[in-house]
């Protein structure tokens, strides 16, 4: 039987196939939103590295000719 075929039987038939979430809707949500804040909070913390050796970069640019 084809993909429509079984489609259109079962919309015949009328059947609801409902499967319930494990949480409300919001909780997803808001799970998200901590997921992100996490993630923007580690990145932030990762600003200015590249200048805390600032001498060691500046030695490796002398060392391979970068202007």
């Known amino acids: ?10 919309a015949e038939e009328g059947q609801h ?3 319930e979430l494990p949480f409300p ?3 997803f949500g808001v799970a998200a939103f901590v997921v992100f804040t996490a ?5 932030f913390s ?4 590249a200048n805390r050796h ?5 030695a490796y640019a002398r060392e391979h000719g970068a202007a």
Do not use: G, Q
């Open 54 to 58: 600032a001498a060691k970069a500046e």
């Open 25 to 27: 809707a919001p909780v």
């Open 46 to 49: 990762f600003r200015d590295v």
């Open 1 to 10: 039987m084809s993909l429509l075929a079984t489609i259109a039987v079962a």
């Open 39 to 43: 993630l923007a909070i580690v990145t």
């Open 17 to 19: 196939i409902v499967n």
